[in-house]
């Protein structure tokens, strides 16, 4: 499973990795996290070409939260362009929480395990909260 990880969750996305591996989960699921910058992807992109992207690639969108308002914002994109084989999008919903709470944290690598564990009954259904 590969998530791409939004432009602004670096560090967030060290500290998930981190407990998935401290955690032994890497060791069994075949997870990576990527970069916008390594598909070579702007930090300007729209929510709309970031959302491509990641479907193209069969990633996994993880974010802190994206626009809510506009043609190509992700919840336009969402009601648009989502099908039953799409990928869900991941958010995370408080992300100063997930830094400064390890119970809220391991609360949210709990749930993107059960869903990554789970993904074929997760897909289509277009945007998850996390927790």
Known sequence: MIFL???NLGGHAEILLGNLASQ???ELLPIRFVSFKEINLSIDSNDRIV???????????LTANRSMKGENSL???LREEN????????????????LADRA???R???????????????????RI???
């Open 5 to 7: 990880i939004d432009h």
């Open 104 to 106: 809220y944290r391991n």
């Open 75 to 77: 919840e336009q994109v």
């Open 129 to 131: 909260f996390i927790p």
């Open 51 to 61: 959302w491509r992207t990641a479907q193209a690639n069969q990633m996994i969108l």
């Open 108 to 126: 949210c690598v709990d749930r993107i395990l059960e869903i990554v564990l789970d993904i074929e009954n997760w897909m289509g259904v277009g």
């Open 83 to 98: 099908t039953v084989n799409s990928l869900p999008v991941m958010t995370i919903g408080d992300t100063d929480r997930f």
């Open 24 to 26: 032994g989960w890497l």
